[in-house]
């Protein structure tokens, strides 16, 4: 298996961008999360998803940060417009729901507001 | 909701002895711990895991203790090399949270050779 893939790797975008971040889990899972990683606030979730389903949303700063999962095989995480404090690295994880707990992590994308 | 305390923040060891890295959480009813290693412009790789219904559990060089009543949970690791330096997370899990962690702030081991 592949694990979780991200995309893009870096990105450097200008203030006031909208930014679209893509992630595709581990086949056959059916829980995916997205976090957000920066040195003063380590690792926060920021949404997650059961069976293609939002569940908690909680940890989404504004709105202007969306996220989507169309099927089970890819979700977006979309910032619109972007901010300089946006600025971080962001990952996606998944699971299996039942009966087995753990998340496995993508390799990230980092981004950079100008 | 949950709360996970990790210390200490920065940990240099001599290669060859032992790290050990602690982490607190706050609701008893979390029954899930695992241990990610985050080497450098990389994602976190989960290393192991424990369960509310076990003390310990150990694989090769790495080991994590649990001490419910207490409410804390720590990660052994032996014999340390220079490949172990990374920063090392724990986390917590309660029931009926679709399977949500709650991360400690990250503890940056540094092995020197």
């Known amino acids: 298996d592949a694990g979780v893939i991200q995309s893009p790797r870096h990105e450097v975008t200008e203030m006031g961008q909208e930014v679209t971040l893509r992630c595709k889990p581990i086949?056959?899972?059916?829980?995916l999360f997205w976090y957000r990683q920066t040195m003063m606030r380590g690792l926060e979730l920021l949404i997650y998803f059961n069976n293609n389903v939002p569940i908690d949303d909680s940890g989404m700063p504004e709105d202007r940060f969306s996220a989507k999962m169309p099927n089970a095989s890819f979700s977006t995480l979309k910032i619109q417009p972007s901010e300089p404090r946006d600025s971080a690295v962001y990952f996606c994880?998944?699971?299996?729901?039942?009966?087995?707990?753990?998340?496995?992590f993508g390799p990230g994308t980092r981004l950079t507001v100008t | 909701g949950e709360n996970v305390e990790q210390h200490p923040s920065t940990l240099s060891v001599q290669e060859g002895d032992s790290a050990v890295i602690k982490c607190t959480y706050s609701d008893s009813a979390s029954n899930y711990f695992p241990w990610y290693k985050q080497e450098l412009g990389k994602g976190p790789q989960l290393i192991i895991d424990i369960r509310s219904n076990v003390g310990e559990k150990k694989d090769q060089r790495i080991a994590v203790t649990l001490n419910k009543t207490a409410k804390h949970f720590s990660l052994h690791i032996t014999e340390t090399q220079p490949e172990d330096s990374a920063v090392y997370f724990c986390a917590a899990s309660p029931p009926n949270t679709g399977n949500q962690f709650y991360f400690g702030t990250g503890t940056s081991l540094t092995v020197i050779p």
């Open positions: 086949s056959g899972h059916n829980s």
């Open positions: 994880a998944s699971s299996f729901s039942i009966g087995t707990y753990e998340q496995y």
